[in-house]
């Protein structure tokens, strides 16, 4: 048999506990040794509305969550009116009997009615008797769940753990005797593979970064960071702060970094607009600071639980004047680990802030991660700085900290070293740091001093990977993104050269510096350049159009709150192939 690709769908409205047999299921899956990747479509409310949850499994790495369902569990009637229509022959639709009427399904769905009043006592173990009758249906034992609801509620008594194990076990059996098994039994392939969230996973990588001081005020969909930062800081030795808003957080963040420690913050676009000045002041006063902005729909408070790529334009602009900045976009759950570390390391190098454009869909899905992948103690790059972990202390007789060099960057002394005073401010200064406008505005020393600090930059592209392409080299289509798309695409790329057209794929991480030589020679032989982003107005297109001259042929655009799926790439292209349009806006080709 060739590899396992199963896919779970859970539906109800706000309250009824939809996540809580979506982690159940992953957590299961990935002792199992298999890979996942699961999303939560939800709503900005405490009970009502519609949420979903998908939750996808297999023994190869899951890119996204993909566009079938092999299974839906609606927990209230709406789901199902909202989703059988999607359920394929040979997929299985799991509901309470007592709640749910099912109408609609194609031939070949299999219709899986639990008598969850028979089952068990109350409606909140509903969610624990189906999930042991998923199990039973994919031939998984039920043992592994019962010592996972074991340790789940160890905390409330033995009677509730029999209480609950017991349920699970009539769900199982329920199953098994009434239920038709798929015809495959999910395996175990011995993989150890641990599960995060995409916040998770930054926080993570600010650890293995090396940072001491994290502080953030609660935002969605960043907050995760912070609540995860809490929960390990004394563990960890990090100092975390909740700040009452986002214009204090940046400048706790800045300060902290000035001292001399790593320090980072997380926010959405709203709390980040907060923030921009500082960044500026950062840049001035060139400390390294990372910031994360997790994108959410705007504008405004926007859509708090959707996600978008619309912030780009935002930390491209982010403070008044031109100052040196690093912008990373993550590229999946796993480089979001990987980036923070990255980042870190050249904001120290090149004394400038980091700011890493991650959004909802990264943050708030998960992923299985392999282990082995997951360094926390990676070699980490301060940079030039006098004093630090024991490096030698000159008399310092003529310090200069913004010192005019050929690489821009000035050796920096962390406050009170020894006979290395000097003025850190947020104006414009000379090498000494003396303010140029407490003289007079002297034009030769803003100009080398602007010039100094934007050389800086020239510095940081040799170091950071260049995208590539990955697909065939002859085809008939590139389609490029940027950030969190590259697992939908890559999927895309796939379908499209299975069914016989053949596309690759460029994926960007690197935002500032962009590599526009790498860029303009993995386009030149292009034969129809497609751009895919997750906004209305095609902001990585207007940025790649402005830094390259490149006009893409066709583009396909999403911006209704919900991620890309792989089937609308697919179809766009489709439509750009056919000449159809040049500008294919999601919600005409949803299927």
């Known amino acids: 048999m060739g590899n396992i690709d199963f896919a779970v769908g859970i539906g109800g409205a706000a309250g009824q506990g939809v996540a809580t047999p979506g982690a159940m299921l992953a957590r299961l899956f990935v002792r199992r040794g298999l890979h996942v990747n699961a999303y939560n479509a939800y709503q900005s409310i405490i009970r009502g509305g519609h949420t979903f949850l998908t939750v996808r499994t297999s023994e190869a790495p899951v890119r996204c969550m993909g566009d079938k369902l092999d299974m839906l569990i609606p927990l209230n009637q709406d789901t199902v009116d909202r989703h059988m229509r999607l359920m394929r022959p040979g997929s299985a639709v799991l509901y309470d009997s007592g709640k749910v009427r099912p109408a609609g399904a194609a031939e070949g769905v299999q219709l899986c009615p639990l008598p969850v009043a028979e089952l068990a006592k109350s409606q909140l173990h509903y969610n624990t008797a189906a999930v042991a009758a998923v199990l039973r249906l994919v031939g998984v034992e039920c043992r592994q769940f019962e010592e996972m609801l074991a340790q789940q509620f160890q905390r409330k008594g033995e009677g509730v753990v029999a209480e609950n194990v017991a349920v699970a076990r009539a769900g199982y059996e329920y199953a098994g005797a009434h239920f038709r098994p798929y015809p495959f039994a999910l395996p175990v392939t011995g993989k150890p593979l641990a599960v995060a969230t995409g916040n998770e996973s930054l926080a993570m990588g600010g650890v293995a970064a090396g940072v001491k001081f994290y502080c953030a005020y609660p935002m969605s969909p960043s907050t995760g960071v912070l609540m995860w930062m809490a929960r390990h800081a004394r563990q960890l030795g990090i100092m975390v702060r909740q700040v009452e808003d986002e214009i204090g957080v940046i400048n706790m963040a800045i300060g902290a970094a000035h001292s001399g420690c790593r320090a980072m913050c997380a926010t959405s676009g709203g709390g980040f607009a907060l923030m921009t000045e500082a960044l500026g002041a950062a840049a001035m006063m060139e400390i390294p600071v990372v910031c994360i902005n997790v994108q959410r729909a705007g504008p405004a408070t926007g859509v708090p639980t959707k996600t978008e790529q619309g912030d780009l334009w935002q930390v491209l602009g982010a403070g008044q004047g031109d100052y040196p ?141 260049p995208p590539r392409l990955e697909g065939p080299e002859d085809a008939e289509v590139t389609i490029v993104g940027w950030g969190s798309t590259w697992g ?52 990585f297109a207007r940025y790649l159009r402005s830094e390259t001259s490149i006009v893409a042929d066709a583009h396909i655009r999403k911006y209704d709150g919900e991620p890309f799926l792989p089937h609308h790439v697919v179809e766009g292209v489709r439509q750009a192939l056919a000449g159809k349009k040049k500008y294919v806006p999601v919600h005409e080709i949803v299927v």
């Not at 303010?435 to 001093?449: M, V």
Request: charged fraction near 25%.
């Open 325 to 465: 900045r690093i912008i990373a976009a993550p590229t999946s759950i796993a480089d979001c680990f990987h980036t923070i570390p990255q980042i870190f390391d050249l904001a120290d190098r090149f004394q400038c802030p980091g700011i890493v454009l991650a959004d909802l869909l990264e943050s708030e899905g998960f992923s299985s991660l392999d282990p082995a992948e997951l360094d926390f103690n990676p070699p980490r790059d301060r940079g030039e700085v006098i004093g630090l972990n024991g490096s030698p202390v000159s008399s310092g007789e003529g310090y200069r900290r913004y010192k005019a060099t050929e690489s821009g960057v000035a050796p920096r002394a962390l406050p009170g070293t020894p006979g290395h005073a000097h003025v850190v401010a947020t104006d414009e200064h000379d090498e000494d740091g003396v303010l140029i406008s407490d003289e007079f505005t002297n034009p030769h020393k803003r100009q080398a001093i602007m010039e100094r600090r934007q050389r800086k930059m020239e510095g940081v592209l040799p170091l950071i990977q």
């Open 488 to 539: 939908v695409i890559n999927e895309a790329v796939e379908q499209l050269n299975a069914e016989g057209i053949r596309a690759n794929q460029l994926q960007v991480k690197w935002i500032v510096p962009l590599h526009v030589d790498a860029i303009l020679q993995a386009l030149a032989k292009a034969r129809k350049v497609v751009i895919v982003e997750n906004n209305y107005s095609g902001q």
